[in-house]
């Protein structure tokens, strides 16, 4: 008897069950949204690969983390990096070097001999002043090409004819020059340089006792050559000191072609280059 009252009982909780449940299940399909339909409408095309959908009106892009804003144009400096009053940016000077246009003058002094051979023997010894005017420019950074007008002259000279010594000559002047192309090189950061030129030279002797030319030379042939060191005084000025060595010979006597002249002279020489 009692297992039949439990028997109902549970046939009438599983009838409820059932009604609940069923009632749910048509509430949710009552409440359930639409199924949405994905067709696109007629006419409609698909954007192109790689399409960005433009930003609507008035659309700013946020800056990155850490970005900062320019200022606008015409906004003063910030007062951090204002200049104190009286500042002037300092510059480094630029280096000194040998390029472009070349000029070298020298003056000095020293020691020549010159004299003839061929039978006449006659030889002029003295001190005497050296002059020299270079004009050219450079080729390749410290590599120097000119022209050189350059000699040497001595006043009252000792005179020697056949090895006998005929003392001073009085009122005479001897000279010796050349003009002809040269080369130079300085060896930095010294500013020491080394240069030669092949020259044509020409011998004279004036008397001014006599008021003429005792003795003038055809064009012969020579050479100069000098050591020096300078230094700088400008940007572009450099002064200094040099030896000079002049040779020369082959020089023919105007008045008799079987005497020629020669001539060696060794100088001191104070120079001024702008280069």
Known sequence: MQSSRALHRCSALA?????????????????????????????????PPGYQQAPPPGYQQQPPPGYQQPPPAGYPPPQAYAPAPGYAPQYAPPQHAHD???????????????????GYDIQFK????????ALGGAIAPNL?????????????????????????????TTT???????????FDPYNVYISGTVAAMQFQTSDSNS??????????????????????????????????????????????PTIKWSGVTF??????TYN
């Open 267 to 272: 100088s001191l020489v104070f120079s001024a």
């Open 126 to 133: 003295g001190a005497g002043a050296s002059f020299g005017l």
């Open 15 to 47: 009838l409820v069950a059932s009604g609940i449940v069923g009632v749910s299940s048509a509430a949710m399909a009552q409440n359930a949204p639409p199924p949405q339909d994905n067709t696109p409408p007629p006419g409609y095309e698909a954007p």
């Open 211 to 256: 008021s003429g030319t005792t003795y003038s030379t055809d064009i012969g042939y020579g050479f100069q050559g000098m050591v020096g060191k300078e230094w700088w005084v400008s940007q572009d000025w450099g002064v200094g000191a040099a030896a000079e060595l002049l040779a020369a010979g082959g020089m023919k006597d105007k008045g008799d």
């Open 176 to 186: 010796i020059s050349g003009i002809g192309p040269g080369i130079a090189y300085y």
């Open 144 to 172: 120097i090409i000119f022209g050189n007008l350059f000699g040497m002259g001595i006043s009252d000279p000792s005179v020697t004819v056949g090895g006998a010594d005929q003392g001073t000559a009085s009122g005479t």
């Open 100 to 118: 472009g246009f070349y000029l070298r003058l020298h003056l000095g002094g020293g020691y020549a001999q010159m004299g003839s051979g061929g």
